[in-house]
């Protein structure tokens, strides 16, 4: 093909443009011809989605898809990622299929897959599935063998999913407990106010009037400074702040300070290695992941695994290593004892029960040291991660940090980019040693 469709996260682009219902329709077929029904029978189909105003659209059209190839769909309605595999483990689905741009504005959407383990598709089944692709624009379809399927609703899904925290937090008891939830216009608008009132919380809640196109817009995890202020002005104890789709968190204490997710993976793998329940004894991060957070676990005795950016790379790793617990500093944080993908909601009642009737605000989980990230646009960033100055230069300011800090220069995998990241014991030095570093990469515009 002359192009990859899959990224770390499925399919994604602006919906209509990029993302049309033509390629969805398509990708249903392909993705139907590539599973394998667990009975012999039809592949049978999970489609969720989130809020987005083209969502219907591409639930449809992906419907279709699946269905003109001889598989049977069922429609679970708005619901967080997370509630792909556990819906898959209680019904049996073959595949389920997630539509959403997760934190993009709500132009955008995607599309991701999950195969009958509950896991995200491995690259060799994306690979598979754009090779039918090609095949199938090249071929006059046909009926399959066994007739078009049908699309029916799966009725009950947000309880399935609400019983399935409940049953995990059942001894958490948040009586007495204010909180406020940002839900971003998402797909968590619903339930994360529910199994908060279930356990005793007295909750309150933002952003959870969706009407298509206010997703993520000034709202969420990824603008989380409007939840900070109203945590502050209405004196409530703690706030929470999902994304669009729900597979991230990040929390704001009672000043309004943020906590993201180094901070909450480090109360959290603390939480359960007093518990004795931190299997393995260890936790898997990305290279992002702030120094602070390696020198409390090393202090704790905790072993950690870095991986490369992304949740699907610490899913990888915990599977390898049989560990349970890890994730981003974005607030994509896995606990593979409730289920294998970030869980923001999860997540935020695994921070209360860490917390265990404590303030967020005494938090001593870790302690962060200041970070700088620059982006510095380039005309190559293959080459200019090759030149023999900067290199030599990024080892001159690691050794300089040794045992203190830490340096990060890396490529984007998506933009010509370098990424310069500096932490060090001060935010002058952080600064300084920064400035330094993107001074020398070559090819820098503007």
Known sequence: MTRKLFGTDGVRGVAGEVLTAELALALGRAVTLAADAR???????????????????????????????????????????PAAPLLIRRYGFDVAAVISASHNPYADNGIKFFGADGLKLTD??????????????????????????????????????????????????????????DCAHGATYRVAPEIFRRLGATVHVMADEPDGRNINDGCGSTHVAALGEAVVA??????????????????????????????????AALHLRRQDRLKGGGVAVTVMTNYGFHSAMRAAGIEVATTGVGDRYVLEELRSRDWALGGEQSGH????????????????????????????????????????LVNVKVGDRDAAMTDTALLAAVDAESAGLDGRGRVLVRPSGTEQLVRVMVEAPTAEETDDVCARLVALVPGALG
């Open 124 to 181: 060799a089944t994306e690979a598979r599935i754009e090779e039918l692709l090609e095949e199938d624009a090249a071929a006059t379809r046909v009926a399959p063998d066994g007739g078009i399927g049908r699309v029916r609703t799966l009725h009950g899904t947000q309880e399935d999913y609400l019983r399935e925290l409940h049953v995990r937090f059942q001894h958490l008891d948040l009586r007495g407990v204010d909180v406020l939830l």
């Open 333 to 372: 944080i896995i606990d593979m004892g409730f289920v294998p993908s970030g869980d923001g909601i999860a997540s935020a009642l695994l921070t209360l029960e860490a917390l265990d009737g404590g303030d967020l605000a005494d938090r001593s989980g870790m302690e962060k040291l200041p970070q700088k």
């Open 39 to 81: 009975q012999g029978g039809r592949v049978r189909a999970l489609v969720i989605r989130d809020t987005r105003e083209s969502g219907e659209m591409l639930e449809a059209a992906l419907a279709a898809g699946v269905t003109s190839a001889g598989g049977e769909v069922l429609l679970g309605g708005v619901l967080p990622t």
């Open 234 to 267: 209405g004196g409530h104890a703690i706030g929470f702040a999902f994304d669009g789709d729900g597979d991230r968190v990040l929390a704001v204490d009672r000043t309004g300070a943020v906590v993201d997710g180094d901070e909450l993976i480090a109360l």
